[in-house]
């Protein structure tokens, strides 16, 4: 399916619609604030494997990252985030940065590598925002190409579709992509330590 979706305002109808489709396992290619995404229902293991799969990923190996709809949705996937680390997500956030926190015992164990920590994000993005709001709970993320493959149809909608209709079950077209991945911030080891720069420039 080739679905657009304007993210000015998403018809509620579409979001619903994507959202049946989640619930029962799809895989999906999303607008972000920075590269498409391509995730699923983290919850929904079969799912997550076929999205390793389709990005040729080690699920033992890979730090995985998810979608979360606001401040307090990240908190129920997260051990306590200390005062420093809650403003800054506060003030950065939604924004093209995925912060590096130490997961609790609600985020799936396929999702954990060794250090028992997660990468979460909240795109400045209404149509992904609104996908995660009506689905419940975070969506993985991950981009469309490695970082060291941006090339033109990491941008263009159609030209995804293109390359990946026979291996995911939803693509959404919200409008041309950026090509810089987020800025990735490891809050774990108590400080802000910037491991990848992206579009994103942190205010402390």
Do not use: W
Not at 149 to 175: A, F
Request: hydrophobic share 35%.
């Amino acid at each position: 399916m080739f679905l657009k979706i304007y993210e000015e305002n998403p018809n509620p109808k579409d979001i619903r619609e994507v959202v049946v489709e989640l619930r029962k396992g799809a895989v999906v290619i999303y607008p972000t604030d920075t590269i498409y995404g391509i995730g699923c229902d983290i919850n929904n293991a079969k799912a997550v494997e076929r999205v390793a799969r389709i990005k040729n990923m080690n699920l033992k190996k890979e730090h995985l990252s998810f979608i979360c709809h606001d401040l307090s949705q990240i908190s129920e996937y997260t051990k306590s985030l200390d005062n420093a680390t809650f403003k800054m997500m506060k003030r950065n956030l939604p924004g093209p940065f995925t912060f590096i926190v130490n997961a609790n015992s609600n985020v799936p164990k396929l999702f954990k590598n060794n250090k028992k920590t997660v990468g979460i994000r909240i795109p400045d993005n209404n149509i992904i925002r609104d996908l995660v709001k009506e689905l419940g709970h975070p969506i993985l993320s991950t981009s469309v190409l490695d970082e060291d493959e941006i090339i033109e149809y990491t941008t263009d909608p159609e030209l995804i579709h293109e390359k990946y209709h026979n291996q995911v079950d939803i693509v959404i077209d919200g409008g041309y992509g950026d090509n810089s991945p987020s800025t990735v911030v490891d809050c774990t080891q108590g400080g802000f330590d910037i491991i990848r720069e992206g579009k994103g420039e942190l205010e402390y």
